[in-house]
């Protein structure tokens, strides 16, 4: 009997799709009441960068989820919107210089061990 695999394909990702989360299946079932009071709570949490990572899942969750028309009919979300993308952009700005930082030291630790015979 042969096993079979994964292929290639079931595991690939597009490199624009952002993975699955376990939030994805909750999101979906949402009425627009409790969607709209999520994202308030989202937009909330984002201006803490000890919470961003959970509000920019359920963000990407959401984003993933519910298609663009319905959202954009959720009362009150421009302002939502509005209030989430200054945090946002700082927090993919920190990661990016950490991410910069990162790239350096391993920079730095290479040279070292050439330097040292390694």
Not at 12 to 27: H, K, M, R, Y
Request: charged share 30%; with cysteine.
């Amino acid at each position: 009997m042969e096993q079979r695999g994964a292929s290639a394909d079931d595991t690939e990702q597009d490199d624009e799709t952002p993975p699955a989360s376990p939030f994805d299946g909750l999101v979906a079932s949402w009425d627009d009441e409790r969607l709209a009071a999520c994202l308030a709570f989202v937009r909330e949490w984002n201006t803490n960068a000890r919470r961003a990572g959970v509000a920019q899942a359920l963000l990407s969750s959401i984003l993933r989820s519910i298609p663009f028309e319905r959202l954009k009919q959720l009362p009150g979300v421009a302002s939502l919107v509005d209030g989430l993308l200054p945090y946002t952009e700082r927090h993919f700005l920190r990661i990016d210089k950490l991410a910069e930082a990162s790239f350096v030291i391993d920079y730095t630790l290479t040279e070292i061990n050439e330097l040292e015979g390694r």
